[in-house]
């Protein structure tokens, strides 16, 4: 399988000694990119140092956001902020933002609210896609979405790492978002999630790592990294009846279709 993207990864996570060898893994099994995701928009710089590790085989893009865990640890910064951070041409995205109830207390949920939205509005003014984390949060994340669609008019975004429902997937789907697959679908309890793996629109799928979190079958309970997203991917062609070589050359499309600054 080559030319495959992994649109969700944290290389924040790995020392700047084992990159090298992460990305030799990366290009053998047939990737020619990756996204690594900020989590605090104070260490957006470190994730645009990341990008500089890129080579002339792979590339690495990022994004820069604050996750919702960690809303009440970082200064809340506005649309135009988060804007200005994100000029520089090796950002391709905003985010990650959202939604997290399983971590999150219930006191911390309208923090979580106010950030998101101003990612949101930080997405359309720029015209990059916001690259979503919901979890636990499928009613709230489904209204938030409409609201800000009906009310301010739509933004490209896409639900990483999908782990919801049948109910959330539509709405997303139904405002013009993208669907991101992880190692989650290979696990033997993720039927609901390779329903919808099966299901979406074939123009609107990802697939991904959330390195170095959630492995996919073979490699569950290991590291996760880059190179596995290809475990995911065969799972999720197999699923849609497509060959390995037919879906990456989908998903890449589909990848350079959302993130439209980004470039091989």
Not at 88 to 96: D, F, L, N
Not at 115 to 140: M, N, W
Not at 184 to 198: C, H, L, N
Not at 213 to 238: C, D, H, I, M, W
Request: aromatic share 8%.
């Amino acid at each position: 399988m080559t030319g495959l993207i992994d649109t969700h990864c944290h290389l924040d996570h790995f020392s700047d000694e084992e990159l090298p060898a992460l990305l030799d893994r990366a290009k053998s099994a047939g990737l020619s990119g990756m996204v690594t995701i900020g989590t605090r928009l104070s260490r957006h710089g470190q994730q645009k140092a990341l990008t500089r590790r890129s080579r002339t085989d792979i590339t690495i893009w990022c994004a820069i956001g604050t996750h919702p865990d960690h809303v009440s640890e970082e200064e809340y910064l506005d649309a135009d902020a988060i804007s200005a951070l994100a000029e520089p041409e090796e950002v391709i995205a905003i985010g990650e933002s959202g939604l997290d109830y399983f971590h999150g207390t219930e006191e911390v949920r309208p923090l979580q609210h106010k950030y998101f939205r101003a990612h949101i509005a930080a997405a359309r003014k720029t015209g990059l896609p916001l690259v979503i984390h919901s979890r636990s949060a499928d009613e709230d994340m489904a209204a938030i979405l409409t609201q800000e669609t009906e009310k301010n008019g739509a933004f490209p975004f896409l639900l990483h790492c999908f782990a919801s429902g049948h109910d959330l997937a539509r709405t997303a789907l139904d405002l013009g978002g993208y669907l991101s697959f992880s190692g989650i679908a290979t696990f033997p309890k993720g039927e609901t999630i390779r329903d919808v793996a099966r299901d979406a629109p074939a123009e609107r799928i990802f697939v991904e790592t959330d390195a170095p979190y959630l492995a996919p079958v073979p490699r569950r309970g290991k590291r996760n990294e880059p190179s596995f997203v290809s475990f995911t991917a065969q799972t999720v062609a197999e699923l849609r009846g497509m060959e390995p070589a037919a879906f990456a050359e989908l998903t890449t499309s589909n990848f350079l279709r959302l993130f439209s600054q980004a470039r091989l």
